[in-house]
T-cell receptor, first 117, second 115 residues
Framework: AQSVTQLGSHVSVSEGALVLLRCNYS??????LFWYVQYPNQGLQLLLK??????LVKGINGFEAEFKKSETSFHLTKPSAHMSDAAEYFC???????????????FGKGTKLSVKP | DAGVTQSPTHLIKTRGQQVTLRCSPI?????VSWYQQVLGQGPQFIFQ???????GRGNFPDRFSARQFPNYSSELNVNALLLGDSALYLC??????????????FGQGTRLTVV
């Protein structure tokens, strides 16, 4: 069964600093992996996804993530934080049968990112 | 194009009551999933429907039920509400139709408060 662990429930960075949000997954088969962002009182927006193509995935708003099978990790990074990046970020995993008529996303508990001026 | 729409956006119910939440997927999407997000936690999978049939169910009691209509919209019903059912309920739609990297698009959610 798949599972996701997000290290750090709260991360604080200064504006312009590197953002690093950690995600480790557990899966018996090669997974699909996603990062979502959630702003207060809103739904989830997809930042990026890994689907067994390139291991370095670029997403929206300058975010990217690298799939490392040997470390079972899919950490999210952004070179320079902006005040508008303050939000909660969720890593999610699913199996290779995802899509079509079956499958669901399994989410981590989330990491709240604060950006200091 | 309209995104995933959910109604109502907020509601308050009393313990023991029943509630119905509604979701309209993106036009052309045939799969709808429901998630419960308790404050401070990640979303938890409740149901998935595809072509009007239940294709997946999470670890939720039978008080939770759902259905999908011919136009692919969906309703989530919760009976005998408990205080612990207070949460943000999210609907996600995806195209469906085949294995692969199908992206799930989420609605804004319905904030349910049980008092």
């Amino acid at each position: 069964a798949q599972s996701v662990t997000q290290l750090g429930s709260h991360v604080s960075v200064s504006e312009g600093a590197l953002v690093l949000l950690r995600c480790n997954y557990s899966s018996s088969v090669p997974p699909y992996l996603f990062w979502y962002v959630q702003y207060p009182n809103q739904g989830l927006q997809l930042l990026l996804k890994y689907t067994s193509a390139a291991t370095l995935v670029k997403g929206i708003n300058g975010f990217e993530a690298e799939f490392k099978k040997s470390e079972t990790s899919f950490h999210l990074t952004k070179p320079s934080a902006h005040m508008s990046d303050a939000a909660e970020y969720f890593c999610a995993v699913t199996g290779p049968n995802y899509g079509g008529s079956q499958g669901n996303l399994i989410f981590g508990k989330g990491t709240k990112l604060s950006v200091k001026p | 194009d309209a995104g995933v729409t959910q109604s109502p956006t907020h509601l308050i119910k009393t313990r023991g009551q029943q509630v119905t939440l509604r979701c309209s997927p993106i036009s052309g999407h045939k799969s709808v999933s429901w998630y419960q997000q308790v404050l401070g936690q990640g979303p938890q999978f409740i149901f998935q429907y595809y072509e009007k049939e239940e294709r997946g169910r999470g670890n939720f009691p039978d008080r939770f039920s759902a259905r999908q209509f011919p136009n692919y919209s969906s309703e989530l019903n919760v009976n005998a509400l408990l205080l612990g059912d207070s949460a943000l309920y999210l609907c996600a739609s995806s195209p469906g139709g085949g294995r692969g990297n199908t992206e799930a698009f989420f609605g804004q959610g319905t904030r349910l408060t049980v008092v």
